[in-house]
């Protein structure tokens, strides 16, 4: 789309939920508009105002705007990362899209594969920042723009503020719920803006809950807002995974509020899905939420729903992950001596991870005995370097070196302002890459395989900087997280759901690995398909794969993430 003297044409994917505001701020200026779409309103602002209008911009995006008169290209990505964007710099020019696979094409762009993001891939399961799994593909982050001119200069610049870049506020309780409240009863009417059905994901959490609640309040009714969730799980199967069934939760939610709710059903995820799937996604993501975001989607759209509200990100900016209690320990370790905190280490690497509280005790104590940065990075691996290096391939450890892909987590936190507390040190870690490179990414993928857009209110540009700016005791209080929301919501939805149990989204991975899954990965390692691809060293595969089934060690996820790089590796590398 040209804007209305064709200084600028766009290229454009995404939702700009305050356009009306603009349209009316460049109409005062002169501008005449044709249509009444959010493309149009941003396609004006860049030609009036260049690159300095982004800040403005509230809303999920991902864009390429060409300059004629300059002779210079801008590719921007909203700033908390809703929308992927990948571009690739090659001889020919500059590459840009919304998916790896439509970049393949473009001829120049080395797509040889990259150590690091593997090893990603495998430890932390998503490929942190700017990395994919080839050399000549990046992401651009969130918030973020470059500059691309014909002379083959390109700079790169931010527009969204810096992560808790803002003063603690000593705001009182009431206050906190109060605001709270506020922006995200702002936040959920803003995203309700949709000229096609609208809808809403409903696991019978908190954050899902608080979503419908506030959508129900700025729609006609219930009857305007349907709802949909994953059918009931086998109770054996979440137990070992320390899940609890969403399905009984969202039941009760949709009746208290009078809601349609339609259910997608929970079957067992055949191997072959999984090519299928790696496809989808682009990128060797090693979890079954996907397949649960799809099958959600995929009833959506045989319902006629194009847009889903969904809870994601209140855990990250409220601090709701169970790692997050952790951080109430980090006093102890300062107390306890070196001596004593790498026998606690020792201790936990011996311990069996055949149930869910062992596995948290040998996580906590698993980076007892090092730097405060390198511990918070730690919570987010599923598989430490000594556990990761022996089922890669001598070739890729040659590759890799010393790195590791942690350190691009404990680089990240040299970003932050001085003084920033550690539960806000890992809270940046979550937003920074938890939820863009790993949840947001493949929820994106599954939701637009089936056409339906989803929409995030917990990540409101206002909500965010409210949410930085509160002090810990007001999201951590004891061990309950999200305290402000929770206290925020009670009165307006039941306790029932306000104090049920954390619980994960996806499916019981360890049944799986200890059945078709792992005969999988076996059968790989055994016939020297997976040292074919000049990966992996199977032996180590094999190693790796005995020590879960005993229990020493908690693989399930590094183990699926094998299955899943060695998909994508045939898939798009030919390997």
Same mark, same amino acid.
């Given at each position: ?17 305050n ?8 109409? $005062? ?56 964007l ?29 150590? *690091?993001?593997?090893a ?17 593909? $990046?992401k ?57 059905? *609208? ?40 137990a ?78 409220? &601090? ?74 001598q ?15 404990t680089? &990240? ?27 947001l ?50 009165? *307006? ?10 619980t ?53 996820y ?16 030919g390997?």
């Amino acid at each position: 789309m040209w804007d209305a003297e064709a200084r600028v044409v766009i290229s454009f994917n995404g939702e700009i939920y305050n356009y009306r505001e603009l349209r009316a701020f460049c109409e $005062r200026l002169g501008v005449t508009f044709k249509g009444a779409s959010d493309t149009e309103v941003l396609v004006n602002l860049l030609a009036k105002f260049g690159t300095a209008c982004l800040p403005w911009l509230n809303g999920i995006f991902a864009f390429a705007a060409w300059f004629p008169a300059e002779k210079e290209m801008i590719i921007a990505r909203d700033s908390a990362g809703v929308k992927p964007l990948y571009w690739a710099n090659t001889a020919e020019g500059v590459g840009f899209a919304s998916e790896i696979k439509a970049l393949r094409c473009v001829p120049g762009i080395d797509l040889s594969i990259d150590p *690091l993001a593997i090893a990603a891939y495998l430890s932390l399961l998503h490929a942190p920042g700017e990395l994919t799994p080839v050399k000549g593909i $990046r992401k651009v982050l969130p918030g973020t723009y470059l500059r691309v001119s014909v002379d083959g200069s390109i700079t790169t610049q931010g527009f969204a503020p810096k992560h808790y870049s803002q003063d603690i506020q000593a705001l009182s309780r009431s206050d906190a719920i109060e605001a709270c409240r506020h922006y995200l009863n702002q936040a959920v009417r803003r995203q309700l803006m949709s000229d096609v059905p *609208l809808g809403g994901f409903l696991s019978g959490g908190t954050d899902s809950t608080a979503v419908a609640h506030f959508a129900v309040k700025n729609l006609t009714g219930p009857e305007a807002y349907p709802c949909f969730t994953m059918g009931p799980v086998a109770k054996n199967a979440l137990a070992e995974e320390g899940f609890t069934d969403d399905y009984p939760y969202a039941d009760y939610v949709s009746r208290n509020f009078g809601l349609t709710l339609h259910v997608a059903q929970s079957t067992p995820i055949a191997i072959d899905s999984l090519d299928w799937m790696i496809w989808q996604l682009d990128e060797p993501t090693a979890d079954l939420a996907p397949f649960v975001a799809h099958s959600i989607c995929r009833v959506a759209k045989e319902r006629g729903v194009k847009v889903l509200l969904s809870g994601a990100g209140g855990d990250d900016i409220f &601090s709701g992950y169970r790692r997050h209690l952790a951080i109430s320990y980090e006093p102890l370790w300062d107390m306890i001596p070196m001596s004593l905190r790498s026998g606690l280490r020792r201790l936990g690497a011996q311990t069996s991870t055949t149930s869910p509280l062992l596995r948290r005790f040998t996580k906590l104590v698993c980076y007892a005995d090092t730097l405060p940065t390198d511990r918070l990075a730690g919570y987010f691996l599923w598989l430490h370097a000594d556990a990761l290096m022996p089922i890669l391939s001598q070739e890729m450890k040659s590759a890799l070196g010393l790195r590791r892909p942690a350190d691009i987590l404990t680089n &990240s936190l040299a970003e932050l302002p001085e003084g920033v507390s550690r539960l806000n040190q890992m809270l940046h870690l979550d937003r920074r890459f938890f939820l863009v490179d790993h949840n947001l990414n493949y929820t994106d993928k599954v939701s637009m395989a089936c056409g339906v857009e989803v929409r995030v209110p917990f990540l409101d540009a206002e909500l965010i900087s409210f949410s930085e700016r509160l002090p810990d005791s007001l999201k951590q209080h004891g061990r309950e997280g999200k305290y402000v929301l929770r206290e925020a919501m009670r009165g *307006l939805l039941p306790n029932r759901i306000l104090d049920r149990p954390k619980t994960g989204f996806g499916l019981p991975l360890r049944g799986l690995m200890r059945g078709a899954y792992g005969r999988r990965v076996e059968e790989l390692a055994r016939s020297g398909r997976l040292a074919a691809t000049g990966v992996f060293n199977s032996q180590g595969v094999l190693a790796l794969l005995e020590a879960d089934r005993r229990g020493e060690i908690d693989a399930a996820y590094p183990l699926f993430g094998v299955l899943c790089v060695e998909s994508w590796l045939r898939q798009f590398a030919g390997k």
